[in-house]
């Protein structure tokens, strides 16, 4: 026999609603002024505009008995696979105004325990009541939670464009955070084996602001107007302006049909003529335009003493110089926006941790709620494993070997757009990246105690700064040059200079170190790299790599591991599509876009604590390698700059008969 059963029932319910934005300041006369803007714009909603709860139960149940066919006499004991399960579920979606948002979310999975043995009313009758007893206790107290997590996210948009000096600045801020706790495995009590349970958080704090400066621009009258004077099409609109010029001539006599020239030098032939007589009335003839400087007219009757006047349309003419100048000021307005975006990420991983998860994933611990608000809301830091170990928050079954690990990460980067001229765009980027992983394990000994500082702490990670390095992109290593590069002479050379500076920096921490003695011998260094700083020194050599290909004084160049964000340097992508615009360019092409691209990556691969390094109270190591260098801080394997054309230069071309045509050099 297999029986099989399922059970799922489930509730769910749902509130939306709309809620009225609240303006309590927006009548306030006083408050128009755009000084008050920020506080005239306070608004707020008086309640969430989702709820949202569901509940579902799902039950498992499976029987099988099997049958011994060669000896039925032999009873084969039925064997059973039990599975209840209570998942909650809520929702909450809150403005609490237009510019700050909140939403959180949460799952709660939860264990029917069940006794061993059979749960069926009819065959087990007196196994099926003390089944009933038990899951009935267990739905009570909402049964035993084996997984719980929540998310929880803010989004701010900063009213820092409110404010009238700022108005074309916007800036946004967003926090997201998650915790969650997931149940360790239960074991018999005979073995005596508890490794408790598992909790982790993590939060991410995002920052981005953008400067629209074609929008500060625009705030002035005279900037403005250098703004539509050199976008495209602005001479061709300038040249349909015109403007009118009179010419005008006094005691001019005619006679009747004969024919008398009149030069006005207005340089059209779009003119009006107009001859006054003595008496104020208009004298009738016929004009003829001969040039753009001479009318002839023909008198209808004779008239003396007569006031002629000339009106000429003539387009309007632009001082080269103004033009110039125009196109000049608009380069130094070349920055449209900038923008920056920072990111900063960290979470904990903590095993072996005992409190149960009741109210959001807590329980109360010796009257302290563990792990706590602030870690449940994703805040980390180092000190909350010491933390857990003070408060008897760890198990001591000295089985548990999963480590714990707190990460760390943080993202910088930065973004401009300049225009020099219309036609002609490039996008600047600069980025920063550090992440870092720290593990170490808290482990009781037999005793049940904990040791006094972490046992194993290993730190790995990655980094990544984005640099220039285009001033050795194109060095050739020829047989004319004896196949030598320059750039790694310049590396061997700001060896020694680095070398140097290391040994400064050092005699300043630790006053008894000799820089040019040999500690084993005593007799003075024959070579000119300091005392543990030698030719394969990671803490020489990787300042040096860095200094001779980006071409930076190694005299000047940042000692530090991880060079800080004042020392990222911008990668740009240039596109002109200005081709376009000229009218034999038309003819033949739809658009011509000419691309170029450079990006250039100075990269710590992965770098790893080294377990050797030991710094005394004043932060120096004195523990040397085999080659009697200073051990470094971190294993640093690898270090690349990374360097690409993509593309040097891209030519793309449609064609008016639908054709494209690509060049690319990369």
């Given at each position: 026999?297999?029986?099989?059963?399922?059970?799922?029932?489930?509730?769910?319910?749902n509130?939306?609603?709309?809620?009225?934005n609240?303006t309590?300041?927006?009548?306030?006369?006083?408050?128009?002024?755009?000084?008050?803007?920020?506080?005239?714009?306070?608004?707020?909603?008086?309640?969430?505009?989702?709820?949202?709860?569901?509940?579902?139960?799902?039950?498992?149940?499976?029987?099988?008995?099997?049958?011994?066919?060669n000896?039925?006499?032999?009873?084969?004991?039925?064997t059973?696979?039990k599975?209840?399960?209570?998942?909650?579920?809520?929702?909450?979606?809150y403005?609490?105004?237009?510019q700050?948002?909140i939403?959180?979310?949460s799952?709660?999975?939860?264990?029917?325990?069940?006794p061993?043995?059979?749960?069926?009313?009819?065959?087990?009758?007196?196994?099926?009541?003390?089944?009933?007893?038990?899951?009935?206790?267990?739905?009570?107290?909402?049964g035993?939670t084996?997984?719980y997590?929540?998310f929880?996210n803010?989004?701010?948009?900063?009213?820092?464009?409110?404010?009238?000096?700022?108005?074309?600045?916007?800036?946004?801020?967003?926090?997201g955070?998650?915790?969650?706790?997931?149940?360790?495995?239960?074991?018999?009590d005979?073995m005596?084996?508890?490794?408790?349970?598992?909790?982790?958080?993590?939060?991410?704090?995002?920052?981005s602001?953008?400067?629209?400066l074609?929008?500060?621009?625009?705030?002035?009258k005279?900037?403005k107007?250098i703004e539509?004077?050199?976008r495209?099409?602005?001479?061709?609109?300038?040249?349909?302006?015109?403007?009118?010029?009179?010419?005008?001539?006094?005691?001019?006599?005619?006679?009747?049909?004969?024919?008398?020239?009149l030069?006005?030098?207005?340089?059209?032939?779009?003119?009006?003529?107009?001859?006054?007589?003595?008496?104020?009335?208009?004298?009738?003839g016929?004009?003829?335009?001969?040039s753009?400087?001479r009318?002839?007219?023909?008198?209808?009757?004779?008239?003396?003493?007569?006031?002629?006047?000339i009106?000429?349309?003539i387009?309007?003419?632009?001082?080269?110089?103004?033009?110039?100048g125009?196109?000049?000021?608009?380069?130094?307005?070349?920055?449209?926006?900038?923008?920056?975006?920072y990111?900063?990420?960290?979470?904990?991983f903590?095993p072996?941790?005992?409190?149960?998860?009741?109210?959001?994933g807590?329980?109360k611990t010796?009257?302290?709620?563990?792990?706590?608000?602030?870690?449940?809301?994703g805040?980390?830091?180092?000190?909350?494993?010491?933390k857990?170990?003070?408060n008897?928050?760890l198990?001591?079954?000295?089985?548990?070997n999963t480590?714990?690990?707190?990460?760390?990460k943080k993202d910088?980067?930065?973004?401009s757009v300049?225009?020099?001229?219309p036609?002609?765009k490039?996008?600047?980027?600069?980025?920063?990246?550090?992440l870092?992983?720290?593990?170490?394990?808290?482990?009781?000994?037999?005793?049940?105690?904990?040791?006094d500082?972490?046992?194993?702490?290993v730190?790995?990670?990655?980094?990544?700064?984005?640099?220039?390095?285009?001033?050795?992109?194109?060095?050739?290593?020829s047989?004319?040059?004896?196949?030598?590069?320059?750039s790694?002479?310049?590396?061997?050379?700001?060896?020694?200079?680095?070398s140097?500076?290391?040994?400064?920096?050092?005699?300043?921490?630790?006053?008894?170190?000799?820089?040019?003695?040999?500690?084993?011998t005593?007799?003075?260094?024959?070579?000119?790299?300091?005392?543990?700083y030698?030719?394969?020194?990671?803490?020489?050599l990787i300042?040096?790599?860095?200094?001779?290909?980006?071409?930076?004084?190694?005299k000047?160049v940042?000692?530090?591991?991880?060079?800080?964000?004042?020392?990222?340097?911008?990668?740009?992508?240039?596109?002109?599509?200005?081709?376009?615009?000229?009218?034999?360019?038309?003819?033949?092409?739809?658009?011509?876009?000419?691309?170029?691209?450079?990006?250039s990556v100075?990269?710590?691969?992965?770098?790893?604590?080294?377990?050797?390094?030991?710094a005394?109270?004043?932060?120096?190591?004195?523990?040397?390698?085999?080659q009697?260098?200073?051990?470094?801080?971190?294993?640093?394997?690898?270090?690349t700059?990374?360097?690409?054309?993509?593309?040097?230069?891209?030519?793309?071309?449609?064609?008016?008969?639908?054709l494209?045509?690509r060049?690319e050099?990369?």
């Amino acid at each position: 026999m297999d029986l099989e059963r399922n059970y799922k029932g489930g509730i769910n319910y749902n509130f939306e609603a709309s809620p009225k934005n609240i303006t309590p300041f927006k009548n306030v006369k006083f408050l128009n002024s755009p000084v008050f803007r920020i506080i005239k714009d306070f608004n707020f909603y008086p309640f969430p505009k989702s709820i949202s709860f569901r509940t579902d139960l799902s039950r498992y149940y499976n029987e099988v008995k099997t049958r011994n066919i060669n000896n039925p006499n032999l009873l084969i004991t039925p064997t059973f696979r039990k599975d209840f399960e209570w998942t909650r579920m809520f929702d909450i979606k809150y403005d609490l105004t237009r510019q700050l948002k909140i939403d959180f979310t949460s799952t709660n999975i939860a264990r029917i325990d069940e006794p061993e043995g059979a749960a069926d009313r009819k065959r087990y009758q007196s196994d099926y009541e003390n089944w009933r007893d038990s899951v009935m206790t267990n739905l009570k107290q909402l049964g035993r939670t084996i997984s719980y997590n929540h998310f929880f996210n803010v989004t701010y948009n900063i009213p820092i464009n409110k404010l009238p000096l700022l108005s074309w600045v916007t800036a946004n801020a967003r926090l997201g955070s998650d915790y969650s706790w997931l149940a360790g495995a239960l074991y018999p009590d005979s073995m005596n084996i508890n490794l408790g349970n598992t909790i982790k958080n993590h939060t991410e704090l995002t920052l981005s602001g953008t400067a629209n400066l074609s929008t500060l621009y625009s705030k002035s009258k005279f900037l403005k107007n250098i703004e539509n004077n050199t976008r495209p099409g602005a001479v061709q609109r300038m040249q349909t302006e015109y403007k009118t010029e009179t010419f005008t001539r006094n005691n001019v006599n005619f006679r009747v049909d004969i024919m008398r020239p009149l030069v006005h030098n207005l340089k059209t032939k779009d003119v009006k003529v107009r001859i006054v007589k003595k008496d104020g009335t208009e004298l009738k003839g016929k004009v003829e335009i001969i040039s753009e400087n001479r009318v002839n007219f023909t008198s209808a009757e004779a008239a003396d003493g007569t006031q002629v006047t000339i009106e000429g349309r003539i387009p309007k003419k632009r001082n080269p110089i103004t033009v110039t100048g125009e196109y000049m000021l608009r380069a130094l307005m070349g920055v449209r926006s900038v923008s920056m975006t920072y990111t900063s990420s960290q979470g904990q991983f903590l095993p072996g941790f005992l409190p149960e998860a009741k109210f959001m994933g807590m329980s109360k611990t010796n009257n302290v709620s563990a792990p706590g608000l602030p870690f449940i809301l994703g805040y980390s830091n180092r000190n909350f494993f010491q933390k857990a170990v003070t408060n008897g928050w760890l198990t001591t079954d000295t089985l548990l070997n999963t480590p714990a690990i707190y990460n760390n990460k943080k993202d910088f980067s930065l973004r401009s757009v300049v225009e020099l001229f219309p036609g002609l765009k490039i996008d600047l980027n600069a980025d920063r990246r550090f992440l870092e992983n720290e593990s170490s394990y808290f482990t009781a000994d037999y005793n049940g105690n904990f040791p006094d500082s972490t046992r194993n702490r290993v730190i790995t990670g990655t980094f990544s700064i984005s640099i220039i390095s285009w001033g050795t992109a194109f060095e050739k290593v020829s047989k004319k040059s004896n196949y030598i590069s320059t750039s790694f002479e310049n590396f061997k050379k700001n060896a020694t200079i680095i070398s140097g500076r290391r040994a400064e920096a050092r005699q300043i921490l630790d006053p008894g170190y000799d820089p040019d003695t040999d500690p084993e011998t005593g007799q003075p260094l024959e070579d000119e790299f300091k005392s543990g700083y030698g030719r394969t020194s990671r803490e020489v050599l990787i300042p040096a790599f860095y200094a001779a290909y980006t071409k930076t004084d190694p005299k000047k160049v940042d000692l530090s591991t991880f060079p800080s964000a004042f020392r990222m340097m911008p990668n740009w992508r240039i596109t002109f599509d200005g081709f376009s615009k000229f009218e034999f360019v038309k003819r033949v092409f739809r658009s011509v876009n000419i691309t170029h691209q450079y990006r250039s990556v100075y990269q710590i691969g992965s770098y790893t604590t080294n377990l050797n390094y030991f710094a005394d109270g004043n932060g120096v190591n004195n523990i040397r390698d085999l080659q009697r260098n200073f051990i470094q801080k971190y294993e640093i394997n690898t270090v690349t700059v990374s360097e690409q054309f993509s593309p040097m230069i891209n030519v793309d071309m449609n064609w008016k008969s639908n054709l494209t045509s690509r060049f690319e050099w990369r």
